[in-house]
T-cell receptor, first 114, second 112 residues
Framework: DGGITQSPKYLFRKEGQNVTLSCEQNLNHDAMYWYRQDPGQGLRLIYYSQIVNDFQKGDIAEGYSVSREKKESFPLTVTSAQKNPTAFYLC?????????????FGEGSRLTVL | GDSVTQMEGPVTLSEEAFLTINCTYT??????LFWYVQYPGEGLQLLLK?????DKGSNKGFEATYRKETTSFHLEKGSVQVSDSAVYFCALSFQGAQKLVFGQGTRLTINP
């Protein structure tokens, strides 16, 4: 089945540690995205990538980093510089050919900083 | 900038009640409009969409009509079920922009 796989589903981190969230898609989509979801605030865009080896900052990129070395993969690193990293993180992808704005989402990763 | 505003939640209804979740947007131009649904513990999935004024999107008994004159895209369902309990997000995007702008989400709970 085609889809987006995020891992791990739950992650705990001590303050000062970097963590990397995995996102893999087998939909052959060009574009991939990372969103952060906080209660009552909807989804906010962290980073997005429209093509391999290229990515752009979203609205809340500070304290995060990404890479896009392969079309299928778009990992997100939450660095120690992120002041409030506890949140639900959602990865998504879309087909540039479709260009309708429709996103396909993974099931999310919940990060808790202890 | 572009933005989406949804009615404040949470919304609690009884089974078979009529549902309306309001959504209005602010944008320069004419975006495509979407409703996404998030069931507990899951990611978001597209519920319905409309790409131009007066279009009606529909799916699973839900409907929403793109109203340019009121910049609105309200979600409706005639008879809700317990299984409709979820968080609903209204969103917009522009052709070629490849980015979605989301509202804050409305949590819906349906009681049997």
């Amino acid at each position: 089945d085609g889809g987006i796989t995020q891992s791990p589903k739950y992650l705990f981190r001590k303050e000062g540690q970097n963590v990397t969230l995995s996102c893999e898609q087998n939909l052959n989509h060009d574009a991939m995205y990372w969103y952060r979801q906080d209660p009552g605030q909807g989804l906010r865009l962290i980073y997005y990538s429209q093509i391999v080896n290229d990515f752009q900052k979203g609205d809340i990129a500070e304290g995060y980093s990404v890479s896009r070395e392969k079309k299928e993969s778009f990992p997100l690193t939450v660095t120690s510089a992120q002041k409030n990293p506890t949140a639900f993180y959602l990865c998504a992808s879309s087909s540039r050919q479709g260009d309708t704005g429709e996103l396909f989402f993974g099931e999310g990763s919940r990060l808790t900083v202890l | 900038g572009d933005s989406v505003t949804q009615m404040e939640g949470p919304v609690t209804l009884s089974e078979e009640a009529f549902l309306t979740i309001n959504c209005t947007y602010t944008a320069t131009g004419y975006p495509s409009l979407f409703w996404y649904v998030q069931y507990p513990g899951e990611g978001l999935q597209l519920l319905l969409k409309a790409t131009k004024a007066d279009d009606k999107g529909s799916n699973k008994g839900f409907e929403a009509t793109y109203r340019k004159e009121t910049t609105s895209f309200h979600l409706e369902k005639g008879s809700v079920q317990v299984s409709d309990s979820a968080v609903y997000f209204c969103a917009l995007s522009f052709q070629g922009a490849q980015k979605l702008v989301f509202g804050q989400g409305t949590r819906l709970t349906i009681n049997p």
